[in-house]
């Protein structure tokens, strides 16, 4: 493993999930010390190059890089986890068996099925110790209810909760009350403090840091495209 460990208790870690990092964007962020910069390759177009040339640019500063997969096959494991990225966040994991497949792609042999490659991940072969952490996207209806399960795992390292996909599931199996995402979501939360996991959650901005932190977070992202959003609509509201 390699990277800055991720809080349990305590100390809570900030970060941003870019769907468009610019160097710009990257630059301040490094600057000013944001633990963790996700980057979204599953809803955009980001490839394994420009993931592997942001996560060569901030090596060094006190920036982790995570990177959220497009999915969870073999060869796009294998991919990302030769970016260097710290971090490969793995969408719409529904079981342990999943899981722990996932896990198996990122690590080296004999532990793992990965090959030992010659790239920045292994410091260009100098030391193959180096694997990425891995997170669950928790963002689907058999990722709830197996949720115990999951993260009773020695694959599971630590959970995002994702709110919009569980949102949308759960009313498409008819599951989608007034309350429905905000129990489902603490239901998840509690699973993994109670096996002593990292739990990450979303905030549309930094007024919802503290709720987060709140309801357990001990890692909480910042949709930065969506807060900049809302700044910019707020800058244009104040035209005379």
């Not at 260009?124 to 709830?144: C, F, K, N, Q």
């Not at 109670?194 to 990450?200: L, Y």
Request: hydrophobic fraction near 45%; glycine fraction near 10%; aromatic fraction near 4%.
């Amino acid at each position: 493993m390699h990277g800055q460990p991720m809080p349990v208790s305590g100390d809570t870690q900030i970060g941003l999930i870019v769907v468009e990092p610019t160097p710009g964007l990257l630059a301040i962020a490094a600057q000013k010390n944001i633990d963790f910069i996700v980057l979204d390759a599953e809803q955009t177009g980001l490839s394994v190059r420009e993931c592997t040339e942001i996560v060569h640019r901030l090596s060094g500063t006190g920036t982790e890089i995570a990177v959220r997969v497009p999915d969870v096959e073999e060869r796009t494991l294998i991919s990302f986890a030769n970016t260097g990225a710290a971090e490969l966040v793995l969408p719409r994991i529904r079981s342990v068996a999943e899981l722990e497949t996932a896990a198996a792609a990122v690590k080296y042999a004999p532990e793992g099925l990965r090959s030992r490659q010659v790239t920045l991940a292994s410091g260009y072969g100098a030391d193959y110790s180096r694997v990425p952490r891995t997170s669950v996207l928790l963002e689907t209806i058999d990722a709830l209810d197996g949720i115990d399960a999951l993260v009773a795992s020695p694959c599971f390292e630590s959970g995002w909760v994702g709110p919009a996909d569980l949102s949308a599931e759960l009313q498409r199996a008819g599951r989608g009350g007034a309350d429905a995402l905000e129990t489902a979501t603490q239901i998840m939360v509690d699973a993994m403090l109670a096996a002593g996991k990292p739990v990450g959650l979303p905030a549309p901005g930094p007024a919802g840091i503290a709720s987060a932190r709140a309801r357990g977070a001990t890692r909480v992202a910042v949709y930065w495209e969506r807060y900049l959003h809302t700044v910019l609509e707020e800058i244009s509201s104040q035209r005379s």
